[in-house]
């Protein structure tokens, strides 16, 4: 994938290829757009992941403070809960909702296509490996951000250095920044994805159980009736959990990572086999066949979230049905 955190596995191999009396002019270009576009998503992704904390706290606290409400009788924890509630929906609608989510992609998408064009030039992959290769990677990157310019702020930099190389890459310089690193990205990326579903996992059971413990405590005493409030707020938080593992997708982004690294495993694996004397007729294919794996990862998670923006966005539409009804009337003429 592209990367939604900067990658610091490659500091050391970059600087040795990325001196300023090698730099290349097409590269320099698309590398600095590249930074510009990368920027614009981690700041866009860092926000969307605060303001999915922020509204999981939100909510927990409006469970706890509604039901301390209702055993202690003291209304300004109501209207903690109500408070809370409702700062959850509006940043629920406002800062996380389809549109905040399209303009991320539409960055991160943007970003990584340019870094795909620049490798492929880089590493002296078709369609750049010709003697006007410069000129089309710098009509490849003036097409690329025309095509992604859809309210995106591109003119934010990063504030130190990208890793990443300024030059001409040999094979061997090609296969350790591109291929290596990036699997090195992905598994780890993978671990981590993995972590977290196993943890929030674990507390969804461990709110099971203390759910289904306090419900028999009621149960069996009448004294301990009042814990039957207390049920309700575990079952609310369990829902709370299950909504917000889903919304941060642990599960799926750890799938489709680990499979892209044991892909781009495969095609190291596969050109270790290549001999010396088929080597450069074949590296082209395999410049763009890493490419168009890690491009095959990335298309593949943008679907997978446009299709749950589309499906917000229908349900959104389906819970205002006056609102569509005159949008329908409207687009009829009458």
């Not at 299950?242 to 694996?269: K, M, N, P």
Request: aromatic share 8%.
């Amino acid at each position: 994938m592209s990367t939604l955190e900067p990658t610091t596995a490659n500091a050391p191999v970059a600087a040795s290829v990325s001196g300023d009396e090698d730099r290349d002019s097409a590269l320099a270009e698309a590398w600095e757009a590249y930074s510009r576009w990368d920027a614009a998503a981690i700041a866009r992704k860092r926000r969307l992941d605060l303001s999915r904390i922020v509204i999981f706290v939100l909510l927990v606290a409006a469970a706890l403070t509604g039901v301390l409400a209702s055993q202690l009788t003291l209304t300004w924890f109501a209207g903690i809960a109500a408070a809370c509630s409702a700062a959850a929906a509006l940043l629920g609608r406002e800062a996380v909702g389809p549109a905040v989510e399209r303009l991320w992609l539409t960055a991160r998408a943007a970003a990584e296509t340019l870094k795909s064009e620049a490798f492929k030039y880089a590493a002296g992959a078709s369609p750049y490996d010709s003697d006007d290769g410069g000129q089309r990677l710098l009509t490849a990157v003036s097409a690329i951000q025309a095509d992604y310019i859809s309210g995106v702020n591109s003119n934010v930099r990063h504030d130190s250095e990208r890793a990443i190389p300024r030059s001409i890459l040999d094979r061997p310089g090609y296969i350790r920044l591109r291929l290596e690193d990036q699997t090195s990205w992905y598994e780890g990326k993978a671990s981590f994805y993995n972590k977290r579903a196993w943890h929030w996992r674990l507390v969804s059971l461990l709110l099971g159980l203390v759910g289904t413990a306090l419900s028999g405590i009621a149960a069996a005493e009448k004294e301990l009736t009042y814990l039957g409030a207390w049920v309700g707020v575990i079952g609310t938080l369990g829902g709370i959990v299950v909504a917000h593992v889903a919304g941060s997708r642990f599960s799926y982004l750890a799938q489709i990572y680990e499979l892209t690294a044991r892909r781009l495993r495969h095609l190291r694996a596969e050109w270790n086999l290549v001999s010396e004397d088929q080597s450069t007729t074949k590296w082209s294919d395999f410049v763009l066949e890493c490419e168009n794996t890690i491009s095959a990862e990335r298309d593949q998670w943008m679907k997978e979230w446009q299709r749950q923006i589309a499906a917000v966005t229908a349900s959104q539409t389906e819970n205002r049905p006056g609102e569509t009804k005159s949008r329908q009337v409207g687009s009829n003429g009458t």
